[in-house]
């Protein structure tokens, strides 16, 4: 069963607009991860969060993270056509035995 | 710079037939884990091992079968295969089970893409 949920499914934007997506959660976590997924690859990790952190910021990689909604958000500032890719959030099961992937938000950037 | 990797990167199986993915991992993780990925559903875990010689079930296990002989290796047979078994499948590992809630990050091989006829 699906722990993260991303939001929208899909986004199109320029290059050079921000993107956000979203992921929200059922359980509570320790952490919370987003991966990127190149078109044919494997995923890479991004970024982690921790539960008792609200923002962390990696590059042009900003994410945050809400708790009491259960909720975390990923902003890519001034997006490249490079960006374009698909995103997934992910969080342990409750065994802490296994990353639980959302369904992905799948982000294109037309340049 | 191996990382994962898995084998093979295509395949062609018939209907019944059984085969061998293989994924290695050069990292002297302790954990590894296959997912397969098919469209709309996402990622969702088939088998995971938190050690030589330990494996569990994840979240669609049937009809897969892994072991794990050695720390670097970790293959995910098929035993008959189907149609519904067609999907993309990832191996992944990372350095130790007590990690996961820890938040160790887990690094994904390139996958493999199987089609059942």
């Known amino acids: 069963s699906q722990q993260g949920e991303e939001d929208p499914q899909a986004l199109s934007i320029q290059e050079g607009e921000n993107a956000t997506m979203n992921c929200s959660y059922k359980t509570s976590i320790n952490n919370l991860q987003w991966y990127r997924q190149n078109s044919g690859r494997g995923l890479v990790h991004l970024i982690l969060?921790?539960?008792?952190?609200r923002e962390k910021h990696s590059g042009r990689l900003r994410v945050t993270l809400d708790t009491s909604k259960k909720s975390s958000s990923l902003l890519i500032t001034a997006s490249r056509a490079a960006d374009t890719a698909s995103y997934f959030c992910?969080?342990?099961?409750?065994?802490?035995?296994?990353?639980?992937f959302g369904k992905g938000t799948t982000l294109s950037v037309s340049s | 710079n191996a990382g994962v990797t898995q084998t093979p990167k295509f395949q062609v199986l018939k209907t019944g037939q059984s085969m061998t993915l293989q994924c290695a991992q050069d990292?002297?993780?302790?954990?590894m884990s296959w997912y397969r990925q098919d469209p709309g559903m996402g990622l969702r875990l088939i088998h995971y091992s938190v050690g030589a010689g330990i494996t569990d079930q994840g979240e669609v296990p049937n009809g897969y079968n892994v072991s794990r002989s050695t720390t670097e290796d970790f293959p995910l047979r098929l035993l008959s295969a189907a149609p519904s078994q067609t999907s993309v499948y990832f191996c992944?590992?990372?350095?130790?089970?007590?990690?996961?809630?820890?938040?160790?990050?887990?690094?994904f091989g390139e996958g493999s893409w199987l089609t059942v006829v």
């Open positions: 990292m002297n993780h302790e954990y």
């Open positions: 969060i921790r539960s008792n952190e």
């Open positions: 992944a590992s990372s350095t130790t089970y007590s990690g996961q809630r820890s938040g160790n990050t887990i690094y």
């Open positions: 992910a969080t342990d099961n409750q065994a802490g035995t296994a990353l639980i």
